[in-house]
């Protein structure tokens, strides 16, 4: 089974970034859920960025995804939410033995943290088709980019306009697109 580490997104680590990584639990995978805020939460992405922003955004956020996998081992599957894709995609481009990486929500382009994507490092990328952050602020024309160059890449987008769509502590979720967007992680952290 695959060895995850899930960075949260603008909001903290909430109940529902906590159910997703439990899913993934029950599914049999070891799934660390690093807390780049310290306990902190927020009610808004605002409010989230803007803490992000007084911490150093995202230098210190990143540094702080660094630090979290700092004591783990090679081969692991790297994922994130919104905010945690920046420390998840540069550990996935840049940490030797990257197993895969799964980004949700976001995607920065590859150039932010090397030459290329790194062969044999699958990834998956998630978002809404009318998500006003991911398709509205370029993300998508990242992950386009991402999924031409990679040799192992799927971009998979979902009906709606709802940004953390798969956490369901928030009103912004949607159960349906949850369900698929779990099977084709499940499926993508499946031993090959």
Same mark, same amino acid.
């Given at each position: 089974?695959?060895?995850?580490?899930?960075?949260?997104?603008?909001?903290?680590?909430?109940?529902?970034?906590?159910?997703?990584?439990?899913?993934?639990?029950?599914?049999?995978?070891?799934?660390?859920?690093?807390?780049?805020?310290? @306990?902190?939460?927020? +009610?808004?992405?605002?409010?989230?960025? *803007?803490?992000?922003?007084?911490?150093? &955004?995202? $230098? !210190?956020?990143?540094?702080?995804?660094?630090?979290?996998?700092?004591?783990?081992?090679?081969?692991?599957?790297?994922?994130?939410?919104?905010?945690?894709?920046?420390?998840?995609?540069?550990?996935?481009?840049?940490?030797?033995?990257?197993?895969?990486?799964?980004?949700?929500?976001?995607?920065?382009?590859?150039?932010?943290?090397?030459? @290329?994507?790194?062969? +044999?490092?699958?990834?998956?990328?998630? *978002?809404?088709?009318?998500?006003?952050? &991911?398709? $509205? !602020?370029?993300?998508?024309?990242?992950?386009?980019?991402?999924?031409?160059?990679?040799?192992?890449?799927?971009?998979?987008?979902?009906?709606?306009?709802?940004?953390?769509?798969?956490?369901?502590?928030?009103?912004?979720?949607?159960?349906?697109?949850?369900?698929?967007?779990?099977?084709?992680?499940?499926?993508?952290?499946?031993?090959?």
């Amino acid at each position: 089974m695959a060895e995850v580490v899930l960075f949260h997104h603008a909001l903290g680590l909430t109940p529902g970034v906590v159910a997703f990584a439990d899913e993934l639990r029950r599914a049999g995978h070891t799934v660390h859920t690093p807390d780049l805020f310290e @306990g902190r939460t927020f +009610g808004s992405i605002e409010e989230g960025m *803007g803490y992000a922003q007084e911490i150093g &955004f995202p $230098g !210190e956020v990143i540094g702080r995804g660094v630090q979290a996998v700092a004591g783990l081992p090679d081969g692991l599957v790297y994922a994130g939410f919104s905010l945690g894709v920046l420390p998840a995609q540069m550990l996935a481009q840049t940490r030797p033995g990257a197993r895969g990486a799964l980004l949700f929500y976001s995607c920065v382009p590859v150039s932010a943290f090397g030459s @290329g994507w790194p062969d +044999g490092v699958p990834v998956q990328v998630h *978002g809404m088709d009318a998500d006003p952050f &991911f398709v $509205g !602020e370029g993300d998508i024309d990242a992950a386009r980019e991402l999924v031409e160059q990679a040799k192992a890449a799927e971009l998979f987008l979902y009906p709606g306009d709802q940004h953390y769509f798969a956490d369901s502590s928030l009103p912004s979720y949607d159960p349906d697109a949850t369900a698929l967007l779990l099977q084709r992680v499940l499926d993508f952290l499946r031993p090959r």
